[in-house]
């Protein structure tokens, strides 16, 4: 069964730091490239960043670049993503994603597509709440 939990949420003044995790299990980790993706209340799902399976690479939205940092542990099954010099307009529901390919990529496609969905991921958790407010 594939499962991604993701935890790390809370609430953080404007400025601050959090870490979120993704604890993926069910399929084969090393196989994918894995997304966060976040989402707020009445507004579209947005693209934050994808990293490729190695963990070599990782492609960052503009809104989040130098100051998010996703990164991934292929012996844990496990993604991160440090969100530092938070903004108000980051609040929102983090999920972590799976692609939809093995050993592929709909990344190009999916960083030009609107509005973007979770249904076009593999698969994806429960997200994560991140607050920042003062």
């Known amino acids: 069964q594939v499962q991604l939990v993701e935890s790390g949420g809370g609430l953080v003044q404007p400025g601050g730091s959090l870490r979120l995790s993704c604890k993926a299990s069910?399929?084969?980790?090393?196989?994918?490239?894995m997304y966060w993706v976040r989402q707020v209340p009445g507004k579209g799902l947005e693209w934050i960043s994808v990293?490729?399976?190695?963990?070599?690479?990782?492609y960052y939205a503009d809104s989040v670049k130098g100051r998010f940092t996703a990164s991934r542990d292929n012996v844990e099954n496990k993604l991160y993503l440090q969100m530092n010099s938070l903004k108000s307009e980051d609040t929102a529901i983090y999920y972590c994603?799976?692609?939809?390919?093995?050993?592929?990529?709909?990344?190009?496609?999916?960083?030009?597509?609107?509005?973007?969905?979770?249904?076009?991921?593999?698969?994806w958790g429960l997200g994560t709440q991140v607050t920042v407010s003062s």
């Open positions: 994603a799976r692609d939809a390919i093995q050993y592929g990529t709909r990344w190009f496609d999916l960083r030009k597509k609107s509005p973007l969905s979770l249904t076009d991921f593999g698969a």
């Open positions: 990293t490729r399976i190695s963990g070599d690479q990782t």
């Open positions: 069910g399929f084969a980790f090393t196989s994918y490239w």
